[in-house]
Structures are given as C-alpha cells and as structure tokens.
T-cell receptor
Framework: QQQVKQSPQSLIVQKGGIPIINCAYENTAFDYFPWYQQFPGKGPALLIAIRPDVSEKKEGRFTISFNKSAKQFSLHIMDSQPGDSATYFC???????????FGTGTRLLVSP | DVKVTQSSRYLVKRTGEKVFLECVQDMDHENMFWYRQDPGLGLRLIYFSYDVKMKEKGDIPEGYSVSREKKERFSLILESASTNQTSMYLCASISGGRESGYTFGSGTRLTVV
C-alpha cells in the first residue's frame, strides 16, 4: 500500500530547464513533507522540507509547492544543472513520529 | 562530519543462509532505521528502533529481524535468506526533530543466489 505516490518515474531535461516532480498523499495526519536527493553509490540526503501551513518554500534553486486541499506537493528545480542529476524521493510523516514514508523515486537526468 | 557506516558495500549470499547487515552511527542518535530500496518501489521501512533494545516493525518486516544492543549499532538479520531479499539495504539515523533529517549510510547491495 503506497501512502505517497510519486511521478514521474524518470525525467530528462536540458540544462537550464525546470524539472517538476509531483507527489500525492492520502493520510491527512501527515504534517511534514521532505524531499531527499540521492546520487549513485550514496544514501539519500535531505534536500528541502515543508509543513502544510505554508504553500511554498524555496531554498536556492529548489522550491516545494504544497496544495493541502488537493493533498499534493511538488519539487521544482530552477535553472537545472547536470550536477542535479540524481534520484529524488518525496516523503511524509506524522507529527510525533520520526519514521518517514517515502515515494517511489524519480530518476532525473539533466543533459548538458 | 557525522556518519552512518554500513559494514559491507556488496554481499553475495546463498539461499537459506543467515545474513547479518551491520550499521554503526557516531552521532549518538536515538532513532535508527532499516530500509530496503528497490527500483520502482522506492524506500520501504523494514524495522526501526528508538532506543537500545527497543524495536518496532515497519511496513515489510517479514523475513527480517533486528538487534540493537548498543546505541550506536543497529543490525538487520535475515534469518534464512531468499532470492526475493536481493536488494539495496539502507540504514539511517536521526536525533531530535524531524527537521534535522535522516542521515543515511551508503547502503549494502545484497544478492541472494
């Protein structure tokens, strides 16, 4: 049972493009939504996170947009670079719980 | 720099063997997790521990057990390895608030033949 659905599974964009990765959740008790970035041969690392009391959060070239009524959130990468090529995971957790539920991942390739 | 170290990068084991995957963190974190990562399925939680000798089942605990005798070490045990347990196994730890994020190890790629 997939509690966080992520799409697309893979994505190819040209350098400078704006890849968008989407996630949807069902559990309304989720109150914390991080994104993790994973490079080949490495474990995932926290990239950016948002709580449902805001609709957008920006850190550098990475932006999370959050739509609470639709139970959806997305990651946008502005001015994407080849170095952004990685697998991206969205995740969610309940308040008071440390464990995360992860999406299925999106493999992003940014071509030069 | 904080670290989560997984003892093996690659392992090949035979069906029916008992397999131990070791994870050590040097950050004095209370919470530790074992996930498996499979293409198209993402990261799925096997077990987690929020304190020494404490453990909780995750979403896919069948065929696995864990041990946490010391705060820094969290072991995943495959009691009788099967081919469907061929996967990438990731250990993670976290302390305090969720905003600090998980620290993951680099993973152990286990192949069961």
């Amino acid at each position: 049972q997939q509690q966080v659905k992520q799409s697309p599974q893979s994505l190819i964009v040209q350098k400078g493009g704006i890849p968008i990765i989407n996630c949807a959740y069902e559990n309304t008790a989720f109150d914390y939504f991080p994104w993790y970035q994973q490079f080949p041969g490495k474990g995932p690392a926290l990239l950016i996170a948002i709580r449902p009391d805001v609709s957008e959060k920006k850190e550098g070239r990475f932006t999370i947009s959050f739509n609470k009524s639709a139970k959806q959130f997305s990651l946008h990468i502005m001015d994407s670079q080849p170095g952004d090529s990685a697998t991206y995971f969205c995740a969610a957790s309940n308040e008071g719980f440390q464990k995360l539920v992860f999406g299925t991942g999106t493999r992003l390739l940014v071509s030069p | 720099d904080v670290k989560v170290t997984q003892s093996s990068r690659y392992l090949v084991k035979r069906t029916g063997e008992k397999v131990f995957l070791e994870c050590v963190q040097d950050m004095d974190h209370e919470n530790m997790f074992w996930y498996r990562q499979d293409p198209g399925l993402g990261l799925r939680l096997i077990y987690f521990s929020y304190d020494v000798k404490m453990k909780e089942k995750g979403d896919i605990p069948e065929g696995y057990s864990v041990s946490r005798e010391k705060k820094e070490r969290f072991s995943l045990i495959l009691e009788s390895a099967s081919t469907n347990q061929t996967s990438m196994y990731l250990c993670a730890s976290i302390s305090g608030g969720r905003e600090s994020g998980y620290t993951f190890g680099s993973g152990t790629r286990l192949t069961v033949v």
